[in-house]
């Protein structure tokens, strides 16, 4: 069973950084493809970053050279290191791993406020 576990969230003010973490176990993490996603109040989710198994990178235009996605196979973790924050980056942030039919994480809140 895919279990997927963020953490990292929390209260950041413009212009500074965050990094979230997701914990993966259920299947074989090396060989899948990863996501971070976004979802603000009232919006529809997006995608922010994904990584394929050979780790090549691919991101969405609002947070090119501000966000950063990684991955360590070893702990079956994937990252998002955020700088730069700005306040619309505002959103409950969520893990996935990509196939035809996502599996999600629960989500870790990110509120950028001063």
């Known amino acids: 069973q895919v279990q997927l576990v963020e953490s990292g969230g929390g209260l950041v003010q413009p212009g500074g950084s965050l990094r979230l973490s997701c914990a993966a176990s ?11 996603y ?10 922010v970053a994904k990584i394929t198994s050979d780790a090549t990178t691919n991101y969405a235009d609002f947070v ?23 306040s619309e ?7 996935a791993k990509i196939s035809f039919f996502n599996s999600w994480g629960q989500g870790t809140q990110v509120t950028v406020s001063s």
């Not at 060989?31 to 971070?36: I, P």
């Not at 976004?38 to 995608?47: D, F, K, L, T, W």
């Open 26 to 36: 259920g299947f074989t993490f090396s060989s899948a493809t990863m996501g971070w």
């Open 64 to 86: 090119k050279g501000r966000f950063t996605i990684s991955r360590d196979n070893a702990k079956n973790t994937v990252y998002l290191q955020m700088n730069s924050l700005k």
């Open 38 to 47: 976004r979802q603000a109040p009232g919006n529809q989710r997006e995608r």
């Open 89 to 95: 980056d505002t959103a409950v942030y969520y893990c």
